[in-house]
């Protein structure tokens, strides 16, 4: 079954207007990652945030992790329109953390 | 310094050919992993690799399917006997060996995209 889980599906906006995604995830994690793919591309890694923090920044990123919700969020303000993509959530499949499983992502529309 | 490289990034076979995915890990990385994403879907982990050794290989289809990291060269993901469903995106990762902490950020390659006739 899926771990974690990106809602909304999709998300369209003007840009200067803030975008949030949420992810919801089922077991204990050690860190969970966003990862951005744009059209036809792979995927770049945003941000980590590890299961003992609750707020993240980097840049126009700020992300968040309820833990005892299984829950995080991903906030981009000021969006623009390089800002359109698809963004997954991430987390570790197994105890050893190797192996990733994504959801099946928010897909983001900035329109200028 | 040259991120995850995939070849090819587009592969066209017909049914019941066979399929040979390359990725080269990042300088430095020992660590491979191979992904799958179908459209509309998010990336489905297949196997985790690591110099001569497949460490988990829990995500990889029993039959047809198969993976090697050598000691020289590029990890291989080859499918044998395509068939349709095998059409999709194939990502490669890797990560730097392990130090006291657990495996953490991954990088990603652009994938190859293999469409079966």
């Known amino acids: 079954s899926q771990q974690g889980e990106e809602d909304p599906q999709a998300l369209s906006i003007q840009e200067g207007e803030n975008a949030t995604m949420n992810c919801s995830y089922k077991?204990?994690?050690?860190?969970l990652q966003w990862y951005r793919q744009n059209s036809g591309r792979g995927l770049v890694h945003l941000i980590l945030i590890r299961s003992n923090e609750r707020e993240k920044h980097s840049g126009r990123l700020r992300v968040t992790l309820d833990t005892s919700k299984k829950s995080s969020s991903l906030l981009i303000t000021a969006s623009r329109a390089a800002d359109t993509a698809s963004y997954f959530c991430a987390t570790a499949l197994n105890q050893a953390g190797t192996a990733l499983i994504f959801g099946k992502g928010t897909t983001l529309s900035v329109s200028s | 310094n040259a991120g995850v490289m995939q070849n090819p990034r587009h592969l066209v076979r017909r049914r019941g050919q066979e399929a040979r995915l390359r990725c080269s890990p990042m300088?430095?990385?020992?660590?491979v992993y191979w992904y799958r994403q179908l459209p509309e879907e998010g990336l489905k982990f297949m196997v985790y690799?690591?110099?001569?050794?497949?460490?988990?290989e829990s995500g990889m289809p029993k039959e047809r399917f198969s993976a090697e990291f050598p000691k020289e060269g590029p990890s291989i993901l080859r499918i044998q006997q395509v068939v349709r469903g095998d059409s999709a995106a194939y990502f490669c990762?890797?990560?730097?060996?392990?130090?006291?902490?657990?495996?953490?950020?991954?990088?990603f390659g652009p994938g190859t995209r293999l469409l079966v006739l």
């Open positions: 300088k430095g990385h020992s660590h």
């Open positions: 690799l690591q110099k001569e050794n497949i460490i988990d």
């Open positions: 990762a890797s990560s730097p060996p392990k130090g006291r902490t657990l495996q953490e950020t991954q990088y």
């Open positions: 077991t204990s994690i050690n860190n």
